[in-house]
């Protein structure tokens, strides 16, 4: 999981571009981000500064309810695929 406003997080990403484009690869890099929740872009800003990545990307949105906040309910469940 990262986030577009985060340096730390925008310096890794150089090192999974190359990860992603290695070729004979035995697994998918599947990246987690959530648009407009704390800071980070709206969703259609995100999309279009996204596309020069070459990895999936799974969007997490967040909605307020009241005073607590819950996620519109995704499962979100990260599978990893080996290749053998």
Known sequence: MWASWCP????GLAEIDDLSAEQH??????????PSHKGEKA?????EWYKGLDY???LYYWMKKGKS????????????????
């Open 69 to 84: 906040l819950i996620v519109l309910v995704y499962a979100v469940i990260l599978l990893m695929y080996f290749r053998y």
């Open 43 to 47: 969703t259609t800003d995100f999309i």
């Open 25 to 34: 690869q035995n697994f998918e890099i599947i990246t987690l981000v959530s």
């Open 8 to 11: 730390i997080c925008l310096a």
């Open 56 to 58: 999936k990307i799974l």
